[in-house]
């Protein structure tokens, strides 16, 4: 397992975007003169306004992007120290059942051409 993956990155990003979003949507409702129906009642309440509603599903997706890293990284920290019960056999090119792009791009002008 890599130490770095960027998992820790991830997370952080998620978590200050989503701070960041918290606290512009606090702002706007308080400070920068509150939000009625129609609307935040000044120029930084919209800007306020405009930020929470851009960092805060951003923020939320990066933050359970990066926990759903962390939860499978500790899954497979956690399967590296037990043997495997059921190994998967090596696929041979012999028999002819998986083929790539390329391989199956020439069988098919084949059959075209005959």
């Known amino acids: 397992?890599?130490?770095?993956?960027?998992?820790?990155?991830?997370?952080?990003?998620?978590?200050?975007?989503?701070?960041?979003?918290?606290?512009?949507?606090?702002?706007?409702?308080?400070?920068?003169?509150?939000?009625?129906?129609q609307g935040p009642h000044t120029n930084s309440g919209w800007i306020a306004l405009l930020i929470a509603l851009m960092c805060l599903p951003?923020?939320?997706?990066?933050?359970?992007?990066?926990?759903?890293?962390?939860?499978?990284?500790?899954?497979?920290?956690?399967?590296?120290?037990?043997?495997?019960q059921h190994s998967p056999k090596p696929l041979s090119r012999t028999t002819g059942t998986l083929l790539s792009f390329s391989e199956h791009s020439k069988l098919s002008h084949k059959h075209e051409d005959s």
């Open 1 to 37: 397992m890599e130490k770095n993956d960027g998992t820790r990155q991830l997370l952080h990003a998620g978590l200050w975007t989503l701070a960041a979003g918290v606290v512009a949507a606090l702002l706007a409702s308080t400070v920068f003169g509150g939000i009625s129906k």
């Open 58 to 84: 951003f923020g939320s997706v990066a933050f359970a992007l990066g926990a759903a890293k962390w939860l499978r990284n500790r899954r497979l920290a956690g399967s590296e120290n037990e043997t495997p």
